[in-house]
């Protein structure tokens, strides 16, 4: 009988496969993450791992990193925590994660969150993804997309929205 690949089998080769490319750091720290119960614990390690780039671990690496843990991450506080990490990290190639923060499939906290960075990011490559988002199907999501739009196009919105 011959072997049928699922879409969760594919990601969970290719997850694998990523994981044996990265820093050993980094490969430690995901085994660490993986048997971590706590979510304080697995919060503390993302902060760990975000700051590995200060000891010259490629910030790429670090990037794929925070997203093995983004996405075997049960916890929307963590998951939430793991998006600002990468704000903070200010690195391009965090974009196609943070999008993936935004999903219709990721909580609606988590959404939120994502769309907050996005807003957050100084370049204007997150505007388009904003856009799309106007036309959501959740309220809370098109007036978050709507609140990051503003900030983009005046900073000084951003402090205006979060003294309501």
Excluded: C
């Amino acid at each position: 009988m011959p072997l049928q690949a699922n879409a969760t089998n594919v990601a969970d080769v290719a997850q694998t496969i990523l994981i044996q490319h990265l820093h050993p750091r980094l490969q430690a720290a995901l085994k660490q993450y993986s048997s971590l119960d706590n979510k304080d614990g697995r919060s503390a390690l993302a902060d760990d791992v975000a700051n590995l780039v200060d000891d010259d671990v490629p910030i790429r690496e670090v990037v794929d990193a925070l997203g093995v843990m983004f996405h075997q991450e049960p916890s929307i506080e963590v998951r939430i925590d793991i998006l600002n990490n990468l704000l903070n990290l200010d690195d391009p190639s965090s974009y196609q994660l943070i999008v993936q923060g935004a999903d219709p499939n990721q909580p609606q906290e988590v959404r939120k969150a994502a769309i907050a960075v996005l807003g957050d990011y100084d370049d204007t490559w997150a505007v388009p993804t904003l856009q799309q988002l106007l036309s959501d199907g959740d309220a809370e999501i098109r007036q978050a997309a709507q609140e990051a739009l503003a900030q983009k196009t005046d900073p000084t919105a951003g402090s205006i929205l979060m003294t309501r």
